[in-house]
C-alpha cells in the first residue's frame, strides 16, 4: 500500500496522521483512505469507457458491507453485488439505487428471494435448480417478473488458496457447463414466464493475478452463448464475468493495475464477440478486494513482547483473528510498519501474535521492525477486503471502529461495539425455565 510519511515520522493516510486517529478513536482501527476507493473504482470504469464497451462495474459489498461505503460506491457510479438479505438491507438503508443491484448465494432463501423481488432489485444471479424453482413460485405469487442471469461454472482452476476458488468443476456454485446441467438449467429459465434471462455469469476465484484464467472463462462462455444461440435464438444482453482481481499485500505479491486487468477482458470479450460473430453483450464485473483491499489498514497498539531466546520474540496487539481471520484461515501475509516511528531502523524481527486464546491467532509471524515498546502504535496495509466483513467476537471481544479518512479530514462510519452490544441477545437463565403456566 502506498503511505505518506510527515517529518516527525508519523504515518499518514488520507491527510490524516494515525497519531491523530488512533487518539480520536482508539485501537484496533480500520482505517479507510476514501481517495484510493474512488481511485480504484475509477481504474476499472474508465478503461472500459475508453475501449468503448458498456459495462458495469459491481462492487461485491461482501468486501466491506457498510452504508458509508455503500454510499462511496454509489458516488462513483458503481453497481452492487449482495449475497444475502443483510447485504441488501445494508444497501437500502444507504439508499442505493435498486436497480443497480444483483442478488448472488446458493442458498437463497424464499425470504432472501422475496425481498430482492419486493425491492425491485435490478438483477437476481440463479445458482441452482432450488432456486429456480422457489424464484418461479414468488414471481407467479407476486405476479411479477425478474431479470435473471444463469451462472455457469466454466471448468477453471485458478491459482488460488481452495477456499476461495470457485470456478472449478466440483464447486458448491452454479451450473456446471460439461455435464449438461447448464443447458437444462437455461431451457427451463426461458420456459419460465417469470423470469427475464438477459445473459450469464461466472466467476472463477478470488485474489487471482493472472489473466489467463479470465480469458479463458470468457471462452468458454462465448462458446455457450453462440451454441445456445444456434440453439434457441438466445442473444445474451449481459455477459458477467465476476470478480477475483488480485492485490499487493506483500512485497512478494506482483498484480496487474486494475487498468490492465481490465483492458486484458476487453480485448478478449472484443476478439470472441469478433471471432463467433456474437453482437457484444454489456460486460459486468465483480471486483470486491481490489476497490477497497489497499484502501484500508488496520492500527494496533503494541503490548507485551515474550522472546524465546534463540528462537522467536511474540510481539503481541491488541486485536487479531477477530479483526482480521485471514492468516488463521488461508495463511494470509500481511505487511506491518511501527506507524509513528516510520524514519526509524527496523532491525528486529518480531511475530506478530493476536489476543485470542488460540495459538493459531497470528498476524504475521516474521515481521522486520524497530524496537518495540509497549503503547507503539501498529499499522498493518490492505486490511481493506474481508477484513470488517469477516470480524467476530471470539472470546466477547467487541467489533473494531471503522473510519473514513478523505483530504485531509476523518469521519466514524462503523462504531466501536460496546460491551453492552455484545451481550445484547443474551438472556438470564431461570432456573426451570420461564414458561408461564
Ligand atoms: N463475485 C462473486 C460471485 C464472488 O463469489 C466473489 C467473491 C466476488 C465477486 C468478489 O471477489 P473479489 O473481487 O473480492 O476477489 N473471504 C475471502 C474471499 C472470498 C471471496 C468470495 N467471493 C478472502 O478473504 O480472501
Not at 30 to 55: C, H, K, L, M
Not at 119 to 136: M, P, S, T, W
Not at 323 to 341: H, T
Amino acid at each position: 500500500m502506498e503511505h505518506s510519511t510527515n517529518t516527525a515520522g508519523i504515518l499518514e493516510i488520507g491527510g490524516v496522521d494515525v497519531s491523530t486517529l488512533k487518539k480520536e478513536y482508539g485501537t484496533p482501527l480500520y482505517v479507510y483512505d476514501v481517495g484510493r476507493i474512488r481511485q480504484n473504482a475509477r481504474a476499472f470504469v474508465e478503461t472500459f469507457e475508453q475501449e468503448g464497451i458498456p459495462a458495469q462495474v459491481a462492487y461485491a459489498s461482501k468486501a466491506f458491507s457498510s452504508v458509508a461505503m455503500i454510499q462511496v460506491a454509489d458516488e462513483e457510479k458503481l453497481s452492487l453485488d449482495v449475497v444475502s438479505e443483510g447485504e441488501l438491507y445494508t444497501a437500502l438503508e444507504a439508499g442505493f439505487p435498486v436497480k443497480k443491484i444483483h442478488m448472488h448465494g446458493n442458498n437463497k432463501s424464499r425470504a432472501e428471494l422475496k425481498m430482492a423481488v419486493d425491492a425491485k432489485i435490478g438483477c437476481i444471479v440463479v445458482d441452482n435448480f432450488y432456486e429456480i424453482a422457489l424464484l418461479e413460485e414468488i414471481l407467479e405469487e407476486e405476479n411479477t417478473t425478474m431479470d435473471v442471469l444463469l451462472r455457469v461454472t466454466p471448468g477453471i482452476e485458478a491459482h488460488t488458496h481452495d477456499y476461495i476458488l470457485t470456478g472449478q468443476e466440483d464447486s458448491k456454485f452454479g451450473f456446471d457447463l460439461t455435464s449438461g446441467q447448464a443447458d437444462r438449467a437455461f431451457a427451463s429459465l426461458l420456459e419460465s414466464p417469470g423470469m427475464n434471462v438477459i445473459g450469464l455469469h461466472c466467476h472463477i476465484g478470488s485474489q487471482i493475478f493472472e489473466t489467463s484464467g479470465f480469458l479463458m472463462a470468457t471462452r468458454k462462455l462465448f462458446d455457450i452463448m453462440k451454441k445456445w444461440k444456434e440453439e434457441y435464438s438466445f442473444e445474451a444482453k449481459v455477459l458477467n464475468l465476476g470478480g477475483g482481481f488480485g492485490i499487493r499485500y506483500t512485497e512478494e505479491d506482483d498484480p496487474l493495475s486494475l487498468n490492465e486487468y481490465a483492458r486484458a477482458l476487453m480485448s478478449e470479450v472484443k476478439f470472441q464477440s469478433e471471432k463467433q460473430n456474437y453482437p457484444m453483450p454489456e460486460i459486468w464485473i465483480e471486483p470486491g478486494r481490489a476497490i477497497v483491499g489497499d484502501a484500508g489498514l488496520t492500527l494496533y497498539e503494541a503490548g507485551s513482547v515474550k522472546e524465546i531466546e534463540g528462537v522467536r520474540t511474540y510481539l503481541s496487539v491488541d486485536g487479531g483473528m477477530t479483526d482480521n481471520i485471514r492468516p488463521a484461515l488461508y495463511d494470509a501475509r500481511y505487511d506491518i510498519k511501527a506507524a509513528e516511528r516510520m524514519n526509524e531502523e527496523e532491525r528486529r524481527t518480531y511475530a506478530i501474535a493476536g489476543k485470542c486464546c488460540e495459538s493459531g491467532d497470528m498476524l504475521i509471524w516474521d515481521a522486520t521492525l524497530p524496537d518495540i515498546t509497549p503503547g507503539d502504535t501498529l499499522a498493518v496495509f490492505s486490511t481493506g477486503a474481508y477484513g470488517y466483513s469477516m470480524s467476530n467476537n471470539y472470546n466477547r471481544f467487541p467489533k473494531a471502529a471503522v473510519v473514513f479518512v478523505e483530504n485531509g479530514s476523518h469521519q466514524l462510519v462503523i462504531r466501536r461495539e460496546s460491551f453492552d452490544e455484545v451481550t445484547r441477545f443474551d438472556l438470564n437463565f431461570k432456573t426451570g425455565g420461564d414458561t408461564d403456566e
